[in-house]
């Protein structure tokens, strides 16, 4: 890679000019995008753990993608919930982009049956793996659009509201409700 790439000051190495690192992007091309039914989170939840624990060596068989408590119990230190980056912009670890930020939270009952429909029907055929894949791709930048803009976060709704109705009249796409004493 030699001039197209740097090592950071924490030993990391990375490309010139858009500063992203080199492991995460081998990770997300390479084992993320081959295997997204292992993976159902957009990549932005996970952790990428080089095995070998040498930094520099970012090839395929040295990578791993893990969860935050995964990459923290790895390097034997408590995991609080706050281990590693910080999450990029309004995405939630449940990657409902568009729902989110039409809705203007990633809790809204309508966003659950969404997601529930993604996890229990989607991720087990592969035209909706390629969906979710897709999805996950193309979505984060209109997402972002549409979180500015009202009329827009409204007309996502309506277009939502169709499919939503649809899904809640099948059970299985409901989220069990925690109640609180």
């Keep these: 890679m030699g001039d197209k790439t740097y090592i950071d000051d924490k030993g990391y190495l990375r490309f010139r000019g858009s500063n992203k690192l080199v492991h995460r992007w081998v990770a997300h091309k390479y084992i993320y995008f081959g295997n997204i039914a292992k993976y159902p989170r957009p990549f932005s939840y996970y952790q990428v753990h080089h095995k070998d624990g040498n930094k520099l060596n970012n090839s395929v068989y040295n990578l791993q993608i893990v969860t935050e408590e995964q990459h923290a119990e790895i390097h034997n230190v408590p995991y609080d919930g706050t281990f590693g980056r910080k999450r990029q912009y309004n995405?939630?670890?449940?990657?409902?982009?568009?729902?989110?930020?039409?809705?203007?939270?990633?809790?809204?009952?309508?966003?659950?049956?969404?997601?529930?429909?993604?996890?229990?029907?989607?991720?087990?055929?592969?035209?909706?793996?390629?969906?979710?894949?897709?999805?996950?791709?193309?979505?984060?930048?209109?997402?972002?659009?549409?979180?500015?803009?009202?009329?827009?976060?409204?007309?996502?709704?309506l277009l939502l509201k169709p499919i939503i109705l649809l899904l809640s009249i099948n059970k299985k796409y409901h989220q069990k409700r925690i109640k609180f004493k």
């Excluded at 009952?109 to 909706?128: A, S, V, Y």
């Design 91 to 157: 995405r939630t670890p449940d990657g409902c982009f568009i729902a989110t930020a039409s809705y203007g939270t990633p809790f809204a009952q309508e966003i659950n049956i969404l997601r529930n429909w993604r996890d229990k029907f989607l991720i087990k055929h592969t035209i909706g793996r390629n969906f979710i894949k897709w999805y996950y791709i193309n979505s984060p930048p209109i997402a972002e659009f549409i979180s500015k803009k009202n009329a827009l976060k409204f007309i996502v709704r």
